[in-house]
């Protein structure tokens, strides 16, 4: 099921009027796309957030305007909290859309027990796929991940009928390692320590000769 936003016309504008757009609870918007005049909106903050913690990308419009939206761009505050702006790019059913999804694993790896670690590589794809099968988010299967093993983007389980990966390099999502082995800074420092010590002593010993 799409989310849903309802907007309103916005006919006031400029920094001072987004500003108590915002206090009233609501996001200052923009519709345009498909040849069509861009269309100043206002977008209820809830709804809004209830979309993004939904992972939605493409919405259905009610009110002011109708019809299926992508969320082309959203426009944050410095600290990346409160949203500001929002840009939307009407889509119809039989357009072919891009859009970032992102990607998820699923099950247990053996390798875990044969010594190694799941290294998450790649946690967002670009993907080419209609507006009504926009994915929250991907999955890939690591059941039969072993040790030293990887995964590529193509053995990604879930991806819609008629969509296509982006990037054609098939790149590595997720691989099993054996875990790094950090040393131990003390242990080298002490180990050097010594040497550079004489070395100095050497050297004042000759400059005093």
Sequence with gaps: MSEV?????????????????????KLPAVLYGHGKESVSL??????????LRHGAQ??????????????????????????????????????RIKVIVSIALRGEAPGEHEGGVV?????????????????ETLHVSIKDLHLGGSLKASDIEDLPEGALIVDSTDPVVVQCVKPTVVQDEEATEGTIEPEVIGRK?????????
């Design 201 to 209: 002593d050497d050297e004042e010993g000759d400059a005093a000769k």
């Design 5 to 25: 936003l309802e907007v309103a016309p916005r006919e006031k504008f400029g920094t001072l009027n987004n500003r108590r757009l915002r206090l009233s609870g």
């Design 42 to 51: 206002s977008i209820p903050a809830d709804q809004m957030e209830t979309t």
């Design 58 to 95: 493409v919405v259905d419009l009610k009110g002011a305007a109708d019809g299926q939206a992508l969320l082309q761009a959203i426009q944050w505050d410095t600290f990346q909290r409160e949203i500001l702006h929002v840009d939307l790019l009407r889509v119809d059913a039989q357009d």
């Design 119 to 135: 290294d998450l590589l790649l946690r967002k794809i670009e993907i080419e796929t209609a507006p009504a099968n926009v994915p």
